[in-house]
């Protein structure tokens, strides 16, 4: 599918794997993962993980989530968003009985145009996180890194109405070019004063 391709719709699946080298980052609490996706409109989708405790061996959330887009506008337009991925964490400990507000360790971004210029519209990688506490940049630190995945595409119900709009398109060339009556046909230097009347039969009949 190339780049210059304009979506009617787009659906994509979001998954954050695994993130590693985070350890450093704090000794208590819970660590999970933003993601903010463009909506259209200088509007954005949040989502977030599941929160994993901080002093745990492997810091996997293996979550996935689904989204659709419609509209050619919103959906051209990605091209010049991101998808942002932040690292957050959370103190378990409760303030008042209610739960803390959370902390941002890193943020990492992936353009739209990666995904959406290949022709299978997949993209499964290891990002960057870069960091905005004093860890980071520290000789000898490796910097934190979160495994991702994206799938793009066109969903299978707008697929279906496409194709539909395509077959109704043929049955409506199909019938101007047996009703017509001019010698080559319609659409070959046809002249026909009832064109527009055969237009709208073979539209409504097409529907």
């Keep these: 599918?190339?780049?210059?391709?304009?979506?009617?719709?787009?659906?994509?699946?979001?998954?954050?794997k695994q993130a590693k080298n985070i350890?450093?980052?704090?000794?208590?609490?819970?660590?999970?993962?933003?993601?903010?996706l463009s909506a259209g409109n200088n509007k954005r989708i949040q989502l977030n993980t599941t929160e994993?405790?901080?002093?745990?061996?492997?810091?996997?959330?293996?979550?996935?989530?689904?989204l659709e887009c419609y509209g050619a506008e919103d959906c051209s337009s990605l091209k010049q968003e991101s998808v942002v991925f932040e690292l957050r964490w959370r103190s378990s400990v409760p303030v008042f009985g209610r739960r803390?507000?959370?902390q941002l360790l890193g943020r990492?971004?992936?353009p739209w145009k990666e995904i959406i210029e290949p022709r299978n519209m997949v993209l499964d990688k290891w990002v960057t996180v870069d960091s905005c506490t004093r860890h980071g940049g520290l000789e000898g630190v490796k910097p934190a890194k979160l495994e991702v995945g994206i799938?793009?595409?066109?969903?299978?119900?707008?697929?279906e109405v496409e194709t539909a709009v395509k077959r109704r398109e043929r049955r409506v060339k199909k019938y101007l070019d047996e009703s017509c009556g001019c010698?080559?046909?319609?659409?070959?230097?046809?002249?026909?004063?009832?064109?527009?009347?055969?237009?709208l039969v073979a539209a409504l009949e097409a529907f």
């Design 23 to 36: 350890e450093y980052f704090k000794s208590t609490g819970k660590v999970f993962v933003r993601c903010y």
């Design 108 to 110: 990492a971004e992936i």
């Design 183 to 199: 010698k080559y046909g319609h659409g070959h230097g046809c002249t026909c004063g009832d064109y527009e009347i055969f237009a």
């Design 151 to 159: 799938r793009a595409g066109v969903p299978a119900a707008v697929q």
């Design 1 to 16: 599918m190339g780049a210059s391709q304009q979506f009617s719709s787009l659906s994509c699946e979001l998954r954050i």
């Design 52 to 66: 994993i405790p901080v002093k745990s061996d492997r810091y996997v959330w293996d979550q996935s989530f689904s």
């Design 100 to 102: 803390r507000s959370s």
